[in-house]
């Protein structure tokens, strides 16, 4: 898993004043996607989608990677919201 990646992801779009610099987690989704070089983007989706594989995510390991983001307040469990994630990505 590229953790160097996730830290990158995280880091830059979910950081502490994500909620008010996007207001929801798929507009941040997608300015990564549209401002990050297509090799990262990949890159991002490629660790997320390893993350899952793994199991058993939790909100720890997402803050771990230095995202403050709560799936749990989003109404989905970590490995849900990360789906999802990857799903807005491949828009």
């Not at 953790?3 to 950081?15: C, Q």
């Not at 995510?57 to 749990?72: A, C, D, L, N």
Request: charged share 25%; glycine share 8%.
């Amino acid at each position: 898993m590229n953790k160097e990646a996730l830290n990158y992801f995280f880091k830059g779009y979910f950081h502490q004043n994500w909620f008010a610099e996007y207001g929801i987690f798929d507009n941040a989704v997608r300015d990564f996607c549209d401002h990050e070089s297509e090799s990262r983007v990949t890159s991002v989706k490629i660790a997320i989608n390893e993350l899952i594989a793994h199991g058993d995510v939790t909100e720890q390991m997402i803050y771990g990677f230095g995202g403050y983001v709560k799936p749990s307040a989003l109404d989905f469990t970590p490995e849900e919201w990360l789906a999802k994630v990857v799903e807005i990505m491949g828009e």
